[in-house]
């Protein structure tokens, strides 16, 4: 483990790197016993863009903490343990239809590069998140999570858009 904490503050040398390679175990954990309520924070974290509202966030990098936590959750109950079955509907033709125009276009764009930072560091969230959703969320309880956490994200944007405009920032 100490060789792995390593190499990785050598490729990815940010001060919050051997915190997440210790929490890794725990993320494990949380992808195994809440994928619901995993996929509804990544969805509020990308949404609501929390790190941005509160910058003291910003260096945990939570977007990416979540949607990666996210993607583990789907793969691990969708295609390892199996105690989730995906559904395809017709609305989710329509999101495979718009995702295809939308990686197509990054091809064919005028600046590829930007392109390509738009789909990898925002669009795979939406898609995992949208699948997610649609695949995970079941029971009454977990649209009312999904509810109470789109809630609280948009008190949080919408204080600091308050304080923000008191202050005349």
């Not at 790197?17 to 195994?32: D, G």
């Not at 993607?71 to 109950?77: D, R, S, Y």
């Not at 559904?87 to 930007?114: G, K, Q």
Request: proline content about 7%.
């Amino acid at each position: 483990i100490t060789l792995l904490m390593a190499v990785t503050i050598v490729i990815y040398p940010e001060p919050v790197t051997p915190l997440a390679i210790a929490a890794l175990p725990v993320a494990a954990l949380l992808c195994y016993y809440f994928p619901v309520q995993i996929v509804i924070a990544a969805a509020a974290l990308s949404l609501f863009r929390l790190h941005e509202a509160y910058p003291v966030l910003a260096p945990l990098k939570l977007p990416l903490a979540f949607g990666t936590m996210a993607t583990g959750a789907i793969v691990l109950h969708l295609a390892i343990l199996r105690t989730t079955r995906p559904h395809w509907d017709r609305a989710l033709t329509y999101f495979a239809i718009l995702i295809f125009f939308v990686i197509l276009s990054a091809v064919f764009a005028l600046n590829p590069s930007l392109s390509y930072d738009f789909i990898t560091k925002l669009y795979w969230k939406m898609i995992i998140v949208t699948l997610g959703l649609a695949w995970l969320l079941r029971k009454p309880e977990h649209f009312q999570f999904a509810a109470s956490m789109f809630v609280l994200g948009g008190v949080a944007v919408s204080l600091v858009a308050i304080y923000n405009w008191m202050n005349g920032i």
